[in-house]
């Protein structure tokens, strides 16, 4: 993918979408990768009995889902400063989860150009579960 | 509901505000740095692949982002807890416990901070910010925010994460 440069960029713009759908041996996997076994995420009994519906996605794994948004979207050049999110809604497997960007704010100082964001996730209704904000560097042309 | 709840918080709780806890060893390996990104979908080589990152100027494979390390494991010690959901460990009359939301700052400018790479030996050292008493729609609830801070094997600064732990 072409790098994206600081020129390129308005505030207001909303930066290309990231689409995930976990499976539960997703979840597993990231069970193993993050070291959160909480069986919430992998062991329906379990999650029932907590009172859950059902299984439900690790609130990290769609923070992590918003660093690979910011990651691929800041591209070689780009680095990638502060990312986070509040877990406010549940997502569970096979469900889609849409990872979204829009840049907030663009400043430069002391030879590099900032780059502010609201990031999230929603889920197929619209609804935000994982509400933050990032801040990303991007390369300039001149 | 309109009768006041008792505070949670103890003297206990309000002394050990600010007071680093010890430090965890997290050691960042090439094959963890892989699992965790292969558990994201990650594509770019450079969490995959050695020579792809240095190709791109990294030292070696890159920690992907949210990634600092996996904690030392050894049999009978505490468990090892991943950083987000550590340090509960004062008695409150909550069983349900959620993570409320995580924060990650990195410092990846020499010559004061550093990318976190496969080889990397992190120190991470955990503060309770604060603690805080709501009235939410599960009922009454303590958020505890923790500050960890990840100092590499050269000293440098690399990164910062501020969680919260919601208990109710």
Redesign the interface.
Same mark, same amino acid.
């Given at each position: 993918m072409a790098q994206v440069h600081f020129e390129d960029i308005t505030e207001g713009d909303e930066i290309p979408q990231l689409k995930k759908n976990c499976s539960t041996q997703q979840l597993v996997q990231w069970a193993a990768g993050s070291g959160d076994f909480y069986q919430i995420h992998y062991d329906k009994d379990f999650a029932q009995r907590t009172g859950l519906k059902g299984l439900i996605v690790h609130g990290a794994l769609k923070n992590a889902f918003l660093g690979q948004l910011l990651h691929d979207w800041a591209g070689e050049q780009g680095q990638l400063r502060r990312f986070g999110c509040s877990y406010r809604g549940m997502d569970e497997p096979d469900q889609d989860i849409l990872c979204r960007g829009v840049v907030t704010k663009k400043y430069s100082e002391r030879g590099k150009h900032f780059v502010e964001l609201d990031i999230w996730t929603e889920k197929p209704d619209g609804k935000k579960t994982s509400p933050g904000t990032a801040l990303v560097t991007l390369p300039a042309r001149s | 509901m309109t009768q006041a709840q008792q505070s949670v918080i103890t003297d206990e709780m309000r002394a050990a505000v600010g007071v680093e806890g010890p430090a965890a060893v997290l050691e960042v390996e090439k094959t +963890?740095c892989r $699992?965790?990104a #292969? %558990?994201?979908?990650? %594509?770019?080589p450079i969490f995959y692949d050695e020579a792809a990152a240095r190709a791109?100027g990294y030292r070696g494979i890159v920690a *992907? *982002?949210?990634?600092f390390g &996996?904690?030392v494991f050894r049999p009978g010690g505490a468990a %090892?807890v *991943?950083g @987000? $959901?550590a340090g509960r460990g004062f008695s409150v009359p909550y069983k #349900?416990v959620? +993570?409320?939301? &995580?924060?990650? @700052?990195?410092f990846?400018d020499a010559p004061d901070g550093d990318v976190i790479c496969a080889g990397d030996t992190i120190t991470a050292r955990s503060k309770i910010a604060g603690f805080e008493e709501t009235e939410g729609s599960l009922g009454p609830m303590l958020i505890t925010t923790r500050e960890t801070t990840y100092t590499n094997q050269h000293g440098k600064l690399v990164a910062k994460m #501020?969680g &919260?732990v919601i208990q109710y």
């Amino acid at each position: 993918m072409a790098q994206v440069h600081f020129e390129d960029i308005t505030e207001g713009d909303e930066i290309p979408q990231l689409k995930k759908n976990c499976s539960t041996q997703q979840l597993v996997q990231w069970a193993a990768g993050s070291g959160d076994f909480y069986q919430i995420h992998y062991d329906k009994d379990f999650a029932q009995r907590t009172g859950l519906k059902g299984l439900i996605v690790h609130g990290a794994l769609k923070n992590a889902f918003l660093g690979q948004l910011l990651h691929d979207w800041a591209g070689e050049q780009g680095q990638l400063r502060r990312f986070g999110c509040s877990y406010r809604g549940m997502d569970e497997p096979d469900q889609d989860i849409l990872c979204r960007g829009v840049v907030t704010k663009k400043y430069s100082e002391r030879g590099k150009h900032f780059v502010e964001l609201d990031i999230w996730t929603e889920k197929p209704d619209g609804k935000k579960t994982s509400p933050g904000t990032a801040l990303v560097t991007l390369p300039a042309r001149s | 509901m309109t009768q006041a709840q008792q505070s949670v918080i103890t003297d206990e709780m309000r002394a050990a505000v600010g007071v680093e806890g010890p430090a965890a060893v997290l050691e960042v390996e090439k094959t +963890n740095c892989r $699992m965790f990104a #292969r %558990a994201v979908g990650h %594509a770019d080589p450079i969490f995959y692949d050695e020579a792809a990152a240095r190709a791109r100027g990294y030292r070696g494979i890159v920690a *992907p *982002p949210g990634f600092f390390g &996996t904690p030392v494991f050894r049999p009978g010690g505490a468990a %090892a807890v *991943p950083g @987000e $959901m550590a340090g509960r460990g004062f008695s409150v009359p909550y069983k #349900r416990v959620l +993570n409320g939301g &995580t924060d990650y @700052e990195y410092f990846p400018d020499a010559p004061d901070g550093d990318v976190i790479c496969a080889g990397d030996t992190i120190t991470a050292r955990s503060k309770i910010a604060g603690f805080e008493e709501t009235e939410g729609s599960l009922g009454p609830m303590l958020i505890t925010t923790r500050e960890t801070t990840y100092t590499n094997q050269h000293g440098k600064l690399v990164a910062k994460m #501020r969680g &919260t732990v919601i208990q109710y």
